[in-house]
């Protein structure tokens, strides 16, 4: 079965709100007890939503074992959906995955079958938790943009970081296709790979500094023999 799910867009986002919402109501959820169960529900939703649309059966749709696999949520085998919630009082700051691992989830999956769920959630005075929107979209369009105009990112792991809520509520999206992104990934993998050789170089010894230097004139000459 071929699925197109930006077609669904909307109905997603209008689905798992609608679901979330009625969850929290009926468990009272607080601010921790909300993080540890928001991505069971969230997959409790789409598991409705999909057999109802396309009656997909459950066992088409696997769950991760744990935070450390991707996706959090795989619909036939080939649609990947990874999960992700902020609350609305500061700008989201989500582990987006690094730059070293996106290569690889897109050779697996395709970069037009990758998906981001995200979201957005407050935090009451009593401390119980209401659902302000639920975004989905494919996952290039939720990565924001740094002063540099590269993929914003965290410097010392790589880490990719969404957009801003504003960005969100206005369904502005820095990278519109996964040609920008992929323009975009290269310039930032190469700007970050500088920019931590610009930060430790002072910290080589004169003889560390001289043979890294030496190496990477060497393998330049090599790079342009090939040219």
Known sequence: MFLNLIYNKKEIETFVKRYLGNAVKSNSYNYTTFGKIVEDLIADSLDIFFSRK????????????????????????????????????EEPENDLGTINSWPDKIRKFGGNNIYFLFVKYSVHNDDTVSICEVYFDNFYKFIGKSK?????????????RPKTWICFSKNINEWETLEEFISAFEITK?????RLVEKHFKDMTPEDKDEFINEILKRRKNDESYT
């Not at 190469?190 to 500088?194: C, E, F, L």
């Open 148 to 160: 540099l105009n590269t993929l914003k990112y965290r410097e010392k792991d790589g880490n990719l």
């Open 54 to 89: 396309y009656n997909i059966k459950k066992d088409q749709c696997k769950r991760a074992k744990d935070k450390n696999e991707f996706p959090d949520y795989l619909l036939l085998g080939k649609y990947a959906i990874d999960f992700k919630s902020a609350i609305d009082s």
């Open 190 to 194: 190469s700007t970050r790979a500088r």
